[in-house]
């Protein structure tokens, strides 16, 4: 019976789509995550009797004919990129990109990696890192002097030194924008590297053309909504279970068949 397959199909994309859930709800405090969603696609069909089939010699054609759907399959698992609500902290390297817009980290291999998280601090050499120790991109070194650390809304890092009256200038914050954000790969620690989907980077200094502005002494949090995700959780469970009857069903209308003398 195709209702077998059909039914377990559908128990597996539930089970993928609690999982993603799951993954939501676990990160609804992590700093500038971005939920994702489960997009299903149906499977292939079986066509007993094709639509526009001819029916007789005389030209007339089938209607609607007849097609059997084979399940469900999970077909991509989206990453929504929405704004998350800004927290104000009152640290001082703690930066929120309100907008679009990543922050650039230089890793140990090389490459450079993108976030939204920008909770930053000072390594032994006085350059901004990222909670890892990741340097952050371009690289940009504190005084060990300084009093006072300001980041304007165009990423202007300014320091004021003892003996200095007007603030010095440390550097420029530039923030990447890409075609298709979606498209990153997600690598953990808050981190998304380029693929082919997401497309090359476009830099730029915050607060210009199509980039966000930087907002200091403030982070952006999850932008999960844990009612939605809750709803979405019962949704799951009641469709896994709906599946799960229709293979109970179709075993029980099997066993009538053995059954028969």
């Known amino acids: 019976m195709r209702s077998l397959d059909i039914g377990a199909t559908g128990m597996l994309a539930q089970q993928m789509n609690v999982d993603v859930i799951s993954n939501n709800i676990a990160n609804m405090t992590t700093t500038g ?61 703690d930066l929120a990109i309100s907008g679009r817009g990543f922050f650039q980290i230089q890793l140990p291999n090389g490459d450079t990696a993108y976030t939204r998280a920008g909770s930053f601090q000072r390594n032994q050499n006085g350059e ?41 200038n440390l550097g420029q914050i530039q923030t990447a924008n890409f075609v298709n954000p979606a498209g990153l790969e997600a690598t953990g620690d808050n981190l998304f590297l380029e693929t082919e989907a997401s497309g090359a980077p476009t830099l730029n200094n915050p607060g210009t053309d199509d980039f966000g502005r930087l907002q200091q002494g403030m982070l952006e949090q999850s932008n999960v909504d844990a009612v939605k995700e809750i709803t979405m959780l019962i949704t799951a469970q009641r469709a896994y279970e709906m599946n799960s009857k229709v293979i109970s069903t179709s075993d029980e209308m099997m066993q009538a068949t053995s059954q028969l003398r």
């Open 128 to 168: 901004i890192v990222t909670p890892e120790g990741y340097l952050l991109e371009p690289t940009i070194t504190i005084p060990d002097d300084a009093i006072a650390i300001e980041v304007n809304g165009e990423g202007e890092v300014l320091a004021t030194v003892p003996g200095q009256v007007t603030p010095q």
């Open 33 to 93: 995550f971005k939920r994702q969603r489960v997009e299903f696609q149906d499977l292939i069909y079986q066509h007993l009797d094709r639509p526009g089939s001819p029916s007789s010699s005389n030209g007339n054609t089938v209607p609607s004919g007849i097609s059997l759907g084979l399940g469900v399959r999970p077909a991509a698992t989206y990453r929504t990129h929405e704004q998350g609500t800004i927290q104000i902290t009152d640290n001082d390297l």
